[in-house]
């Protein structure tokens, strides 16, 4: 990490440096539907690994969408982050050539980094609302 004269680090190297070196990421839904027998015709294990290959791959429980299951999200990294890109989340990516797609992108950056490529603006969905608790 670069650092002042003194030898310290400061906030702004801190930044750069992090904005430089932390990938998208990617998280899995698998749970009742997402991963499961129930979405049929899917090698659910070779999908999540071959997202693993491209990026850090983070599988969670349920994302409360099942009517759109299998569901990716796709996280931006630090400098999409910084480019004021949000979660890109993507449902029925049931096909090989999807998962591939999501790949691809993941490689080239993903959000706020690379554009979304057309073909998966088709799987699009938008993410459920947090539901608050009464106090």
Same mark, same amino acid.
């Given at each position: 990490?670069?650092?002042?004269? @003194? ?7 801190? *930044?750069?440096?992090?904005?430089? !070196? %932390?990938? #998208?990421?990617?998280? %899995? #839904?698998?749970?009742?539907? &997402?991963?499961? $027998? ?7 294990? /070779?999908? @999540?690994?071959?997202?693993?290959? %491209? ?5 969670? =429980? &349920?994302?409360?969408? &099942? =009517? ?18 949000? $979660? %890109? ?9 999807? !998962?591939?797609?999501? *790949?691809?992108? *993941?490689? /080239?950056?993903? $959000?706020?980094? /690379? ?8 799987? /699009?969905? !938008? ?9």
């Amino acid at each position: 990490m670069p650092a002042t004269p @003194t030898g310290r680090t400061t906030d702004d190297t801190r *930044a750069a440096t992090a904005t430089a !070196t %932390v990938p #998208c990421r990617i998280v %899995v #839904c698998r749970d009742c539907c &997402c991963g499961s $027998p129930k979405v049929t015709g899917v090698d659910h294990t /070779a999908q @999540t690994e071959r997202l693993r290959a %491209v990026a850090p791959v983070r599988v969670s =429980d &349920c994302l409360d969408v &099942c =009517d759109h299951a299998n569901v990716i999200v796709v996280q931006p990294s630090a400098k999409g982050r910084a480019a004021g890109a949000r $979660p %890109v989340w993507l449902g029925l990516v049931n096909d090989p050539d999807a !998962t591939e797609d999501i *790949a691809a992108w *993941a490689r /080239a950056g993903g $959000p706020g980094v /690379a554009p979304l490529p057309d073909i998966l603006d088709l799987y /699009a969905i !938008t993410p459920p609302r947090r539901r608050r608790t009464a106090s």
